[in-house]
């Protein structure tokens, strides 16, 4: 059986709680952000990518993540402001979690089904029903053909 998401609850960077079954019936794209990595710059590709395809039942997750490198050591404030300010971006935030390790958020060891994270930005496509359908490394851009095809069938389906 598929890894499924629906029964796990979250936090906005904000702090209001969510569960996933909130995203029901829709295509999510979740990603582990930080933002003092080389990838940092997906960020723009990032919000592109949620432009072309919120008006079509996508939604793209994103959680700041300090496993890697210490590369995101700031609070949710200074990452909302920086996601602000250098990419304008419009998509959902997310508390900071950790990806791996002992204490990995409950959402991370359900993606992951024990096969760690390897840095940030790595990207997890989830079913109109909240199952994992896709993982995409670090290096694969958010506007990458097979990413978008993927997105593309999934919200076909």
Known sequence: MAPNISDISVKTIT???KTFSEYSGKVLLIINVASYCGYTKQ?????ELYKKYQGQGFELLAFPCNDYGAQEPDSNEKIAEFCDVNYSTSFQLFDKVHAKGGEQHPLYAELTQGEDVA???EKFLISKTGEVIGRYQSGVTPMD???AGDIEKALAA
């Open 119 to 121: 840095w940030n930005f």
């Open 145 to 147: 053909a097979s990413l």
């Open 15 to 17: 702090g209001d709680a």
């Open 43 to 47: 960020y723009a590709g990032m919000e």
